[in-house]
């Protein structure tokens, strides 16, 4: 049988496991510290100074990689797409992107997803099965040995929940994996530096605002109403609109901290002046001051062809239609358009190959 990732075990559950089998709590002080900080990429080498049996404990019941490289595909602009293989076969996709600001990776968070977004690569083959929070935060172990492999001394510094899978529907893995990336023990990447985005799983969205887990959070809206989000994400069939509004009201007032709702344009599909003004006014005025518009430009996929980009005129009246109504709006930028770039795309064609 394959053993856990020992990745999945926030520092608590590590001390606790260790404790039951009689070690103190600086063993796991130790331990973290060789994960994290040494990184290293077998029990093997672990420092001597901790002690044997502890080494011999952690490796007879978890692994450090439970993952291969399978694909790596490297953009101009310095994005990398990873296509790792996990031990059962299934093959999932992690990205690497350079901003300004840092390096940030986007994870999957399941193989697979069964929100059934209409424009989504992704969402074409349905959910297998849920990541464990070890196989989602060995993606970001694993990028970072690619880093350091270079030896520039560069850090993920970013971490981005948007890849494949919806993330509240795997909640209490993606918790664990959030808890292991914020301890400042370990990586320390800070909460503001996650970014969580959902589907809108209202339920989800509600225990999330009640959470520990303090991060950034988006929204996929892409639809100012409930007969346009139907049509582009089934989802909205079982949590409409004024359901999901409910919820983010919730978010605001419990956290008090601002929340992006993403809005993929698709051309003469939801990417209309009405649509912009349509979305401002379910924004309204109570909720301006805490929300920000993230803009996506569709990338298009073989298999929706009944999806196009917006034309360049139309993502700029949609951005001016919103900024005049004093609504928070950005443009995201496209990283990696010379390689597989939409989400899942390099996935689903490694799959179509293999078939
Ligand atoms: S966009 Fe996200 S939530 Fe929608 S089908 Fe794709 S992976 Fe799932």
Redesign the pocket.
Known sequence: MTKPSIYGLPYDKLAAWLAERGFKKSRADRVWEQLYRSRVADFAEMDPALEPAVTTVLEKSFALRTMTEHVKQQSADGTVKFLFRLADGNLIETVLMRHKFGLSVCVTTQVG?????S?????LLAKSRDLSGGEIAEQIMQVQAHLDAAGNGERVSHVVV?????PFDNYDNMADFIRVMKDHKGLAIGPRHITV?T?GLANKLREFADSDLQTNLAV?LHAPNDELRTRI?K?NRAIPIAKLMDAIDYYLERTNRRLTLEYILLRDVNDRREHAEELADLIGEARRSQVNVNLIPYNPVDEHSQYQRSEQEAVRGFYDALKKRGVSVSVRLEHGADIDAA??QLRSKQIAKAN
């Open positions: 997803c069964n929100i059934g977004c424009f989504c690569a992704s969402g948007m890849g494949i899978g919806e985005s589907s996929s994400m989802i989400c899942g």
